[in-house]
């Protein structure tokens, strides 16, 4: 079975993740205004970069990694076309697709909603996402979820809830780094330290979160915590 035919409108942050992610299983295609630099981009990745007309006609399906503001009017602008793409996903967390289906009344084109819960560096660094849809149709999904399954699994839910959940994530993710490396101000005052213990020792606790009880490092820690000192810790000890 060939590989099918990706093509990314957009090629931010978010965009440039998922084209990463999904080279190896994708013939890929990405395209975006900046073109200089999206060409760029693309060669030094091994990607193909297409001008939008040539990424709206050759796809198996379209993943719009662009402003909120601008879904509707691409999405429209593709259904009013006589042939290409007509799959086509949303991953805008700031819009709700059922609606925008509705409103357009779209006649070619089946617009399909998938929400990434998580952020574009975890995406790029392999971190497996959910993503968040409410289409119904079992052979679309089986589709999708055996394209991106390489990134994480698709979710059958309410896709206004990612928006929400995505916010409150990053908003305490900043406010308990900013917390943390004053915290630690006591223990070090090298930024290079108290960063390197931000990314990996917090980092790495939270993508092995919940803790594997065989873990005695945190386990202990977890003990200790609690008040419940079964053990103590040696402080110089390295984590196992």
């Not at 939270?206 to 005695?216: A, F, V």
């Amino acid at each position: 079975m060939s590989k099918p035919r990706v093509g990314i409108l957009g090629a931010g942050r978010l965009g440039k993740a998922l084209a990463l992610s999904l080279r190896g299983s994708c013939d890929l295609a990405i395209f975006d205004l900046r073109s200089r630099l999206t060409k760029q981009f693309a060669k030094q990745n091994g990607l193909s970069f297409l001008c939008e007309e040539d990424l709206f006609s050759s796809c198996d399906f379209l993943i719009l990694c662009i402003p909120p503001d601008e879904t509707e009017k691409v999405v429209l602008r593709l259904d009013r076309r006589d042939s290409g793409v007509t799959m086509v996903l949303n991953t805008a967390t700031g819009t709700h697709t059922s609606r925008i289906v509705h409103n357009l009344g779209l006649r070619r084109i089946k617009l399909i909603g998938l929400k990434p819960i998580g952020q574009f560096t975890a995406i790029e660094l392999g971190v497996k996402v959910v993503f968040v849809t409410e289409h119904s149709d079992v052979t679309d999904l089986r589709f999708l979820s055996e394209v991106f399954s390489d990134i994480g699994v698709i979710r059958r839910g309410d896709e206004r809830v990612v928006q929400a959940l995505n916010r409150e994530a990053t908003r305490l993710a900043l406010e308990f780094g900013g917390t943390f490396l004053e915290s630690v101000q006591s223990i070090t005052t090298d930024l290079e330290w108290a960063l390197s213990a931000l990314r990996g020792c917090v980092a790495g606790t939270i993508l092995d979160y919940p803790p594997d009880p065989e873990n005695s490092y945190t386990s202990a820690l977890l003990k200790e915590m609690n008040g419940e000192h079964a053990f103590s810790v040696n402080p110089i000890e390295e984590e196992r």
